[in-house]
């Protein structure tokens, strides 16, 4: 079976339409709204692979479907759906993973008395992102991509009584907005330099070999090629969404959602929207790689900034004690990895980690969600302990995850989407820098993982809450066991001695063999070297003395506190951008309220005295002579504004009134008279 | 029924719809939305002159309706920034009750 390129709509139409069914359930049908969010997912699981069983047919064409949206003028905006591998693989991939959250929350959520609410919210975030992985138009990709937002910030503020998630919510939405302004102002102006927003149209299209001639032909006035320029903007708007330094901030605080919404933008939906773009514009970032004299390619930035989001998100996440945080910071940390291997050259190696770590990430994050739901809502690592021979299931499921992250040799999807990375970056000509930046990275992150699972599931149980932990319902441990079988098996799609994926996304003949497993041999060696590098030194730190109380201090704190503190604080960078970016706002309000309140107000203040003054005048000199006179004409005005004010209720109803009453009077009158 | 009566119909009952609520409620902003339920009338009017009364010049309703929502949305952030202030004041928003401007 294949699904044609025309009903590619169904794939997102069926969770949008989930998301109205959820929307209009009162709030005890429950069942109603979890069941039709979960039929629709499975349904558009079914639909996606059908379509990938069609575009692996093909793999090396863009199917597309496009229609006119409405006409303006002459020209008509036109719309578009298409259907390729990269579509393909990636709506399989949202669809299969969500559909496991989505199974989870059943029974994560079951004490919410908003459930039915949850799911639609979740319908919506899932339609969205399918919506963004079928578009073939930058325009209708950018109406998924904010609905994309929307959807996060509703679910980021799921529990907005809570101030915390509330302020979380708006900061998500306000620091992807800062980002997505770039990508609007990008969308702008390919419209205008091109004239069209369709990825790929007949040869018309803005990604194909026409288009992108013309655009890298123009070059602006500081040499840099207008393609460049789009392309920047356009990994903004990625920057924004994926949570790449400097806007990772929001990253870490979407964990005040509940925590299947925490899997679902970490691993399937919101941060891969922005890997997913500049994968998808990558003819257009990679256009100007030719032009020796530019100043600076699109993807050497992309590049840079993956290689210092990598290992920034990696240092940071080895500070922090909230489960749930320690997972949030290795997202950015592997964001950073997607967006090195883009900028290097290798966007099938970015889709291959981003589908691995969909699997790995979820897995991990539903594990800290089965944890979370067992030991009553304690995420603090410190107060766990003791977890597995308590949580069996939960602990086997969360190992594979770390191990999988982690980046174990062989066995483990992980190693192999990060391999292919490194060697995509080892064979980058501009700079080693960002190998450098992802080998330092692979330590620091077998470290932290090492440490998130001595702390929470060996040694003693420090806290009552862990002590009375057991496992969770076949419910939630199902997806989990799902999820770890994906992460294992994954990696195999993709392995240097049979790159099947990357052939199949890339549209080229697959060539397989043994050899190429030991052509960087060399690299192979160190990368699994510095795995276990990492995982010594977290467990002689960690696991080798176990921690017995809450508030035993951390090993890392006790060798040195200044470099703890400084990560547990984020490396400040929440202060950093309140001290700038907070104070220049606040100080742009205190401007224009007092330019407001001193200038203009003063202005009038003084034009006011002065017709006080000019009053006071002429009083002096009227009082005498004119008084008289005017005394009965303005006791009549008077009298009469009297009887008016009394019309001058304040009441705006009253005023609303009589104005839809003259309405009426006024066409029964045109009706009646018939005059024309 | 032409499609230029069902458009007036539906736009009719929008409008009384819109003006219904705007009357009966007392919460500030169904007013508020009341009102742009009626704007929104006025609007589903002028495309649907537009695109099925006498030939026009290309384009020429969607701009009014285009200035007619910029519009609209800028009423709705000055109306929702005076509720605050009602609220502020009055720690309720009933129209009712907002009735004097003094204070």
Redo the contacts between chains.
């Keep these: 079976m294949t699904l044609p390129v025309q009903y590619l709509w169904l794939i997102p139409a069926l969770p949008l339409l989930a998301a109205g069914i959820g929307a209009l359930t009162p709030r005890n049908g429950r069942n109603l709204a979890a069941g039709s969010a979960i039929l629709a997912m499975a349904v558009a699981f079914v639909l996606s692979c059908f379509a990938l069983n069609g575009a692996l047919q093909a793999p090396a064409t863009h199917a597309v479907y496009n229609f006119a949206w409405?006409?303006?003028?002459?020209d008509a905006l036109r719309l578009g759906l298409l259907l390729d591998p990269l579509t393909a693989f990636m709506c399989v991939m949202v669809t299969f993973v969500g559909l496991l959250i989505f199974i989870f929350s059943l029974d994560y959520m079951k004490e919410d008395p908003n459930y039915s609410r949850f799911f639609c919210f979740m319908s919506l975030f899932a339609a969205a992102m399918l919506g963004l992985l079928v578009a073939n138009s930058l325009l209708l990709l950018f109406i998924c991509w904010e609905l994309v937002g929307l959807a996060s910030y509703l679910l980021i503020g799921f529990w907005f009584h809570k101030p915390s998630a509330a302020a979380a919510a708006k900061k998500a939405f306000i620091t992807t907005r800062i980002g997505d302004l770039g990508l609007l102002l990008g969308m702008l102006w390919l419209y205008d330099s091109s004239g069209s927003l369709l990825f790929y149209d007949g040869g018309h299209g803005v990604l194909e070999a026409a288009n992108l001639a013309s655009l890298t032909g123009q070059t602006l006035s500081c040499g840099l090629a207008v393609s460049t320029a789009i392309g920047l903007l356009i990994f903004c708007g990625a920057a924004g969404k994926s949570g790449q330094f400097p806007l990772h901030v929001w990253l870490p605080d979407a964990m005040e959602g509940p925590t299947p919404v925490s899997a679902l933008i970490h691993a399937a939906t919101m941060v891969a929207a922005g890997v997913f773009l500049v994968a998808r514009a990558y003819p257009l970032m990679s256009a100007d790689t030719l032009i020796a004299t530019a100043p600076v390619h699109a993807l050497t930035v992309v590049a840079f900034i993956g290689a210092l989001t990598a290992l920034l998100g990696a240092l940071i996440a080895c500070g922090q004690t909230d489960i749930k945080r320690v997972l949030a910071f290795s997202t950015v940390s592997q964001l950073g990895y997607m967006m090195l291997a883009l900028g290097v050259g290798s966007w099938t190696a970015a889709i291959f980690h981003l589908l691995t770590h969909a699997f790995f990430k979820a897995l991990l994050f539903l594990g800290a969600g089965s944890v979370i739901h067992a030991a009553h809502h304690e995420q603090d690592i410190r107060s766990l302990g003791g977890l597995r021979p308590r949580m069996k299931i939960t602990f086997a499921t969360f190992a594979i995850g770390m191990m999988a992250l982690s980046g174990v040799p062989f066995l483990f999807s992980g190693f192999w989407s990060k391999e292919a990375i490194l060697h995509a970056a080892h064979e980058w000509n501009v700079s080693p820098l960002p190998l450098y930046a992802g080998l330092t990275a692979v330590v620091l992150t077998a470290f932290y993982m090492t440490r998130l699972v001595a702390e929470t599931f060996f040694g003693q149980a420090r806290s009552p809450a862990a002590e009375h932990a057991h496992e969770n319902h076949a419910v939630m441990t199902g997806p989990l066991v799902l999820l770890a079988v994906g992460a294992v098996l994954l990696g195999f799609l993709g392995t240097p001695a049979c790159p099947w994926l990357q052939a199949r996304l890339s549209g080229t003949e697959l060539h397989s063999s043994m050899s190429q497993l030991f052509a960087s041999g060399g690299l192979l060696l160190l990368s699994i070297g510095l795995v276990g590098a990492g995982l010594v030194t977290g467990w002689w730190l960690y696991g080798r003395k176990l921690r017995q109380t809450a508030e035993h201090r951390d090993p890392l704190a006790v060798a040195s506190p200044a470099v703890m503190a400084a990560l547990a604080s984020r490396l400040g960078f929440d202060e950093l951008y309140a001290a700038t970016v907070g104070r220049l706002n606040s100080l742009t309000a205190a401007l224009a309220n007092g330019l407001d309140r001193w200038v203009i107000g003063g202005l009038v203040n003084f034009l006011g005295q002065f017709g006080v003054f000019s009053g006071t005048l002429s009083r002096e000199t009227a009082e005498s002579t004119l008084n008289h006179g005017f005394d009965q004409v303005s006791a009549s005005i008077r009298g009469s504004g009297q009887r008016y004010s009394r019309a001058q209720?304040?009441?705006?109803?009253g005023y609303?009134?009589v104005i839809?009453m003259a309405f009426i009077v006024l066409v029964l009158l045109l009706v009646l008279g018939g005059s024309r | 029924m032409t499609p230029l009566h069902l458009c007036l119909l539906i736009s009719t009952g929008l409008f009384c719809i819109g003006l219904a609520g705007a009357l009966a409620r007392s919460n500030t902003i169904l007013v508020l939305l009341g009102i742009e339920l009626m704007l929104n009338a006025a609007n589903l009017n002028f495309i649907a002159f537009w695109r099925f009364g006498p030939p026009s010049p290309p384009a020429n309703g969607m701009i009014f309706v285009l200035f007619s929502i910029a519009v609209a949305a800028a009423e709705a952030a000055v109306g929702l920034a005076l509720i605050i202030a009602v609220y502020r004041h009055q720690n309720n928003i009933r129209l009712q009750d907002a009735t004097r401007l003094k204070g």
């Design positions: 409405f006409d303006l003028g002459h209720t304040g009441e705006a109803h609303l009134r839809a």
